[in-house]
């Protein structure tokens, strides 16, 4: 394995953006373009390294087996979980040796609980500071925010405010495809619980070089970003961000 060149900046995708479904079952996956410019914003030399985080699903055992299965073709596939214990012996050496780290969806409110319990917070930073690029969905993309809405605490969505704050804006996640979430961040950004922040449809991600967005990308077409700030009347004034395709 030829060593990695860090990316130039501290590197962050936060997407809406899930593998690709192969359609034999519902854990047979690809892995999408998203992963292909992670590694290439990562300087990536040799076959990348990309180390999944599942402690949003638990460390759910056939995630984790359909997230090898999707990404051991073109890349180094790793993982390190938390249940019943961390699999591997040094956390902060793995995390610093890969080129990518990829966070899987699930409870963004127990991810963060967990992480901070274990230090993978102070790790995480760490690693992202050396280089190596974050990303994820969902849970994988609000966590690095200051706050945004999730479905942690239930089916009604809530309110989060206790995010990593690495990325000083709040953050809206499958914008598009589920009802309550466009309203809610809306209302939460408008009324000030939530700062002005970004959102992404499903398909879309964030790229942020250090902390500010640098471009949108998509994985599919007819979906968009969004950043939304707070207006008059307690309103939320939402600006569309068109996304670079991918493929």
Not at 35 to 41: H, P
Request: aromatic letters at 10%; a negative charge.
């Amino acid at each position: 394995m030829v060593g990695a060149m860090p990316a130039d900046v501290p590197t962050i995708i936060a997407t809406s953006i899930g593998f690709d479904s192969r359609g034999r079952d519902r854990f047979d996956w690809d892995a999408g373009p998203v992963f292909d410019l992670a590694a290439d914003l990562s300087g990536a030399q040799g076959t990348p390294r990309v180390c999944y985080l599942g402690t949003a699903t638990g460390d759910n055992a056939m995630v984790i087996a359909g997230v090898y299965s999707a990404l051991t073709a073109r890349f180094h596939a790793s993982h390190v979980e938390l249940f019943s214990m961390p699999n591997v012996d040094d956390v902060r050496g793995h995390f610093l040796a890969q080129d990518v780290i990829w966070v899987g969806g699930g409870s963004v409110a127990n991810l963060l609980a967990l992480w901070r319990l274990h230090g993978w917070d102070e790790y995480l930073y760490e690693a992202w500071q050396a280089g190596v690029v974050l990303g994820g969905v969902s849970a994988g993309s609000i966590c690095w925010h200051l706050g945004g809405t999730t479905d942690s605490f239930g089916p009604e969505l809530r309110p989060i405010t206790n995010g990593l704050g690495w990325l000083p804006y709040s953050n809206g996640v499958h914008y598009d495809s589920e009802p309550q979430r466009r309203p809610l961040f809306h209302r939460l950004i408008g009324d000030g619980t939530l700062p002005a922040g970004y959102a992404t449809d499903d398909g879309v991600g964030l790229v942020y070089r250090g902390t500010e967005v640098v471009e949108a990308v998509a994985d599919r077409a007819g979906c968009s970003a969004y950043f939304v700030k707070g207006g008059p009347d307690d309103r939320a004034v939402e600006t569309v961000i068109e996304p670079r395709r991918l493929r």
